[in-house]
């Protein structure tokens, strides 16, 4: 007998759970932000603090990439969305409400493996080594190694950005190693010396090797003063002029205590 | 010893576990001669059988002691190889055991496994045996078909070319026609008759009067032991002991 | 009388809604899958997107060859692999294990499939990747050999499992009349079990092969996620699945590129299907013709 | 030619070579995540909401949305497939029906993990997006209700049809109605097997990723309904080691998700043998 009781209590257990979510009150969150990748820890992060401040405040945060999160904000799926790179005029077009704001400087850094003593390459290099002309590091005064590239996947806001600014119409060589994330660049190219790629400058820690582009090193001088080739700003979009909870939200990031987290996580700040 | 002896058996016990299946049994089975087995079911007859070619050691949990020699040599000594002794001592199953593939391969089995590869002498044994076991006829023009498609009687046939196209010193058969109807039945103990001018043959059987059509001399099983061994003629006209005579004039069984 | 025949009935009928589930599953899967995929049709051929080689969604170009092509070798790698290994141990476990040391690869195996493909993943993009690079002085070591390893021993429990069944089935009188005819364990393994078993070992290669096509975290982190066609083991490549995962994060919803992913998924989808399919009834067959 | 006894032992050490190399790979995988994830794993980093962007910290908020997607999966694949698998043995002869469910429930099974992931991706957050929240939980959790559905539908199904008839046949004697007698008779008896079919799935549920990656969001806060979006342990995981975060966070995350396989596997097993032997008596 004791297994029909087993049995019961399984099916209560079901029971409960098919309610238990219905139960709770299913209101949707209060502010939902969605888009770039590249921009998430920021935002996760400001998420974070302000909602420290604000227990009562539902976000929710989604990936999904600039576009997704620019077309999302402009079918009112969402409020605020995350974008790497300025909008597109189509985008303009479709929605002609839509307002960026600026929160961060990011910069897409060349970056190689520690290992590798080259210390700057000029654009007409970066461009041929990722057009795969040149296939090997000697050609440009490096060892003698087979270059191994390493690039964000199709469609990535942080891959046009290098390719509008970098690449003018040529094609990114076929045969790079393509990466869902910036973390997994990192971790490409820490761990093979024939490597080179682009990473944000969040992401530049001491496992790999940051190059200058035309003897201009990626200081944060530079980078603000958008010498350095790579620099771009991050944008958090919405739909028409913020209002409520979502003006409050980039307000928040727009603050000093707000900027302080985006150099925090490895960016460069507005001010 | 008696040089007309193929194979002596001393003394032999053997153990499932804890249970004692048979029972310090001596034997004396002569060489080109039909040796027949009989007893009731669980009587050990089949155990004792697959003592001869050492089947039972893949068994789990068996326990042998006793002596089984065959050419004056006995297979249970530590230096015997089990596969050679199994070639000596082919066996054939109670349920007909074709393999899974065509005739040909069937009865090249066992050819092949002793390392024949040369196709011609391969097609050489598979004639004469399956014409040994009267199949011939019959197959000669499907060869390259399954043998799972034979007639039970033609399987059990089969079995028996495979295991004569090795070229064995004895045979065994553990009741073979048990699984088979009283033509094909037929068939088989004309073919024993025939095989026993080149094989020394023992055959399993519940079935008394098989045993006294085919067979030369009889043991008569019960309970693990032999009862009686002897002349079949004289076993089955004249038993020495009260529980065989039971056994053969059908009082119990 | 009449009531308790109302409640059998129309339990009856919820559970005969319930026992079709599947079946509607199968179909609203169908559906939309195609109808976010066969969008892409209006504007790239079939032809065209089946053999074309460039795949290039910034000038809305689909060509996913290489992406097949890919998953077909990284397929054939896994199997290359897992099925003598497979069939190995699973003849291993039924004819010659001693009860301890079944006991201990029994539950590993079991262990091995429960294990989730993330986890082999990250193993393998630190592992494997690093152990290939050097032996075979590759620029990387992010292949397809190593996407094919990683598979292998992912499939390894599914082809175990079921060539372990058919192996099992097999009547031991098959074996009996091989070792009565003085063969060795190897020779009746050999010779006799493994051939009678092989319709059910076939399907677990087969099942293992739907798994291996199917696959994707496990994939998309080592193999390196090039569109280039490639030519050899060694060379990096993209499967069908990890093109999928890799870009739909990216993807712009309901554009083009959102449907050539959609397009990527009915490949696999079908093959699997087909597979899966050939699969049961070669099984069924194998349970018929034994008993 | 080599003699035959020479290669049967060679054969019978590649053999024992073969399951031995599976024993070695199966603990270099798991001594490879213990090693690698011991370091972090403790009560704090699992019961802790993480900190600095998920750098340092618990991992609670996806432990709560592993268990939240479980049991979405669960509630929605149980009764269905428990039920369906009734009426499979119970309410219906073999025949075009049951053969056609069974390779409707062996094709779905098949599916590859991704395709449910497109498929729940369109279905769930797009097309039902009003019911379901867009990318939430309940999403992921009902794609992956529909991915174990066939292993629930399967197990129930064998343990059902193992149930031996006479005993049936004597609850029917005995006057006890279809139900009644499925009821006291044909679910106790299958139970073992259904709960272990359950055990499995969960095991499969927890352990996907594919799936839901598309409909998870990084947000380290506890989600508070299964209409908003959260993540799980897979998932997580696969963010923390693809967006290089913290490597010892992505272990320690991918140990918590062994133990938790291990003691399902463990309790799976135990719980046949449990009722096995009790059943048997």
Redesign the interface.
């Known amino acids: 007998m004791s297994k029909i009781i087993w049995l019961r209590i399984l099916f209560l257990l079901c029971v409960i759970a098919l309610f238990s979510g219905c139960v709770e009150d299913n209101k949707e969150e209060g502010l939902v932000i969605a888009g770039s990748t590249t921009v998430q820890p920021i935002v996760v992060k400001a998420v974070e603090v302000y909602g420290k401040n604000n227990p009562d405040l539902r976000i929710g945060v989604q990936g999904g990439g600039s576009g997704t999160g620019i077309r999302m904000v402009g079918k009112g799926s969402v409020d605020i969305g995350a974008s790497s790179r300025e909008l597109s005029t189509e985008e303009h077009l479709k929605n002609p409400g839509l307002v960026t704001h600026s929160i961060a400087i990011d910069c897409l850094i060349i970056t190689l493996h520690p290992t590798n003593p080259i210390e700057d390459l000029s654009t007409q290099q970066i461009t041929d080594i990722f057009a795969g002309k040149i296939t090997n590091f000697k050609e440009v005064g490096g060892p003698d190694r087979r270059i191994v590239l390493v690039i964000r996947e199709d469609g990535s806001g942080t891959r046009s950005t290098f390719e509008n600014m970098v690449m003018n119409n040529t094609e990114v060589s076929d045969t790079a190693l393509q990466k869902p994330a910036n973390g997994a660049i990192r971790f490409t190219i820490a761990g093979n010396e024939n490597t080179i790629g682009y990473l944000g400058i969040g992401y530049i820690d001491d496992t790999v090797k940051a190059i200058s582009i035309n003897g201009i090193p990626p200081s944060k001088e530079n980078i603000r003063k958008g010498e350095y080739l790579l620099s771009r700003e991050l944008y958090l979009v919405t739909d028409g002029e913020p209002t409520g909870e979502t003006k409050k939200f980039i307000e928040f990031i727009l603050s000093d205590e707000g900027q302080i987290l985006v150099e925090e996580e490895g960016f460069i700040s507005m001010r | 010893m008696d040089k007309e002896n193929k194979i002596e058996v001393r003394n032999l016990n053997l153990w499932y576990g804890d249970k004692q299946a048979l029972k310090n049994n001596s034997i004396k089975i002569r060489k080109n001669h039909v040796t027949a087995i009989i007893g009731p079911s669980g009587c050990g007859k089949s155990t004792f059988i697959r003592c001869l070619n050492r089947m039972n050691d893949l068994v789990e949990g068996v326990k042998i002691t006793g002596e089984v020699s065959i050419n004056n040599k006995n297979i249970y000594d530590k230096d015997v190889d089990v596969v050679s002794l199994r070639r000596r001592v082919g066996m054939v199953f109670q349920k007909p055991n074709p393999f899974p593939m065509t005739i040909f391969d069937n009865v090249a089995y066992g050819p092949r496994i002793h390392g024949i590869k040369d196709k011609k002498k391969l097609q050489e044994i598979v004639e004469k045996s399956l014409k040994d076991t009267t199949l011939w006829n019959e197959v000669s023009d499907r060869l390259d078909k399954s043998a799972l498609d034979l007639s039970g009687g033609q399987m059990q046939r089969l079995c028996i070319a495979r295991t004569i196209a090795v070229k064995p010193d004895v045979l065994l058969f553990d009741e073979p026609c048990s699984a088979l109807d009283p033509v094909a039945t037929g068939k088989i103990e004309d073919l024993i008759q025939e095989l026993k001018k080149e094989y020394t043959i023992v055959i399993v059987t519940h079935n008394m009067q098989q045993a006294a059509r085919v067979s030369d001399y009889t043991g008569y099983f019960l309970l693990g032991e032999l009862i009686e061994f002897g002349k079949t003629k004289q076993l089955f006209e004249n038993p020495k002991e009260k529980s065989t005579e039971d056994y053969i004039t059908g009082r119990f069984g | 009388m009449g009531k308790r025949l109302n409640l059998e009935n129309t339990i009856r009928g919820i559970l005969l809604l319930f026992s079709t589930a599947a079946l509607v599953i199968l179909a609203i899967i169908v559906v939309f899958l195609f109808k976010e995929g066969l969008m892409l049709f209006q504007h790239t051929s079939v032809t065209d997107f089946l053999f074309g080689h460039k795949w290039i969604p910034a000038e809305n170009i689909y060509g996913a060859f290489p992406f097949i092509v890919s998953t077909i070798l990284v397929t054939l790698g896994a199997l290359l692999i897992s099925v003598p290994l497979g069939i190995s141990c699973a003849v291993f476990l039924v004819e010659i294990s001693p009860r301890w040391a079944r006991e201990l690869v029994r539950p590993a195996i079991e262990l091995l499939a429960g294990i989730p493909s993330i986890i082999y993943g990250v193993f393998a993009l630190i592992i494997v990747v690093d152990v290939l690079r050097v032996p075979f002085n590759l620029a990387t070591g992010e292949t397809i050999l190593a996407a094919s390893i990683i598979l292998a021993i992912m499939i390894l429990p599914i082809i175990i499992s079921i060539s372990q069944d058919s192996i099992d089935s097999v009547p031991r009188i098959y074996r009996e009349g091989s070792y009565a005819m003085g063969a060795t364990d190897w020779q009746t393994i050999s010779k006799v079990v493994v051939p009678s078993a092989r319709r059910g070992i076939i399907a677990g290669v087969i099942l293992g092969c739907g798994r291996a096509i199917g696959e994707t975290m496990a994939v998309v982190l080592v193999i390196g996620n090039v569109e280039k066609l490639p030519l050899s083991l060694l060379d990096s490549g993209e499967t069908l699945t990890s093109a999928i995962l890799l870009e739909m994060g990216e993807a712009v919803i309901g554009s083009l590129h959102y449907n050539a992913l959609f397009c990527l998924g009915i490949i696999p989808f079908l093959i699997v299907l087909v597979l899966s399919m050939l699969s049961s009834r070669l099984i069924t067959k194998r349970v018929s013709r034994f008993e | 030619?080599i003699h035959?006894?020479t290669?049967?032992k060679i054969?019978?050490i590649?053999?024992?070579l073969?399951?031995l190399?599976?024993?070695l790979?199966?603990l270099?995988?798991?001594g490879?995540?213990f090693i690698m994830g011991a370091g972090s794993l403790s009560v704090s980093f699992i019961l802790d909401m993480p900190?600095?962007?998920?750098r340092e910290g618990g991992i609670l908020p996806a432990i709560i949305g592993s268990l939240?997607v479980v049991?979405?999966a669960?509630?929605f694949a149980?009764?269905?497939?428990v039920?369906?698998a009734?009426?499979?043995t119970e309410?219906?002869k073999e025949g075009r029906?049951t053969k056609?469910?069974?390779?409707?429930?062996?094709?779905?099974?098949?599916?590859?993990?991704?395709?449910?992931?497109?498929?729940g991706?369109?279905?769930f957050v797009?097309?039902l997006?009003d019911y379901t929240?867009?990318?939430s939980l309940?999403s992921a959790g009902l794609t992956l209700g529909?991915m174990i559905?066939?292993t629930i539908?399967r197990t129930s199904d064998v343990a059902m049809r193992t149930v031996s008839f006479s005993e049936k046949m004597e609850s029917y004697g005995l006057g006890a109605?279809?139900?009644q007698t499925i009821?006291?008779i044909v679910?106790?008896e299958a139970?073992p097997g259904i709960i272990t079919g359950i055990i499995l799935g969960m095991?499969r549920a927890?352990?996907?990723?594919?799936p839901i990656?598309?409909m998870v969001?990084?947000?380290?806060?506890i989600p508070?309904?299964?209409?908003?979006?959260g993540n799980t342990l897979?998932t997580q995981?696969?963010?923390l080691?693809?967006?290089?975060?913290s490597m010892d966070v992505?272990f320690g995350t991918?140990l918590t998700?062994?133990t938790i396989?291990?003691i399902?596997?463990y309790s799976a097993?135990k719980m046949n043998n449990y009722?096995s032997r009790n059943l048997r008596r």
Do not use: C, H, Q
């Not at chain 4, 900190?51 to 998920?54: Q, S």
């Not at chain 4, 149980?78 to 497939?81: K, L």
């Not at chain 4, 927890?206 to 594919?210: Q, V």
């Open positions: 030619m035959p006894n290669s049967d054969a019978k590649w053999l024992w073969s399951a190399s599976i024993i790979v199966l270099s995988i798991l490879y995540v900190t600095n962007n998920w939240l049991i979405i669960l509630s149980t009764p269905i497939g039920g369906a009734i009426y499979l309410f219906t029906l056609t469910v069974r390779i409707a429930a062996d094709s779905l099974n098949a599916i590859p993990s991704i395709v449910f992931g497109l498929f991706l369109a279905f797009f097309y997006k929240g867009g990318p309940l529909f559905l066939p539908i109605t279809k139900l009821k006291n679910l106790p139970f095991g927890i352990g996907e990723t594919a990656i598309f969001s990084l947000n380290p806060v508070k309904t299964i209409f908003g979006s897979t995981l696969y963010y080691a693809m967006e290089g975060i992505a991918a998700l062994i396989i291990l399902l596997n097993r009722f």
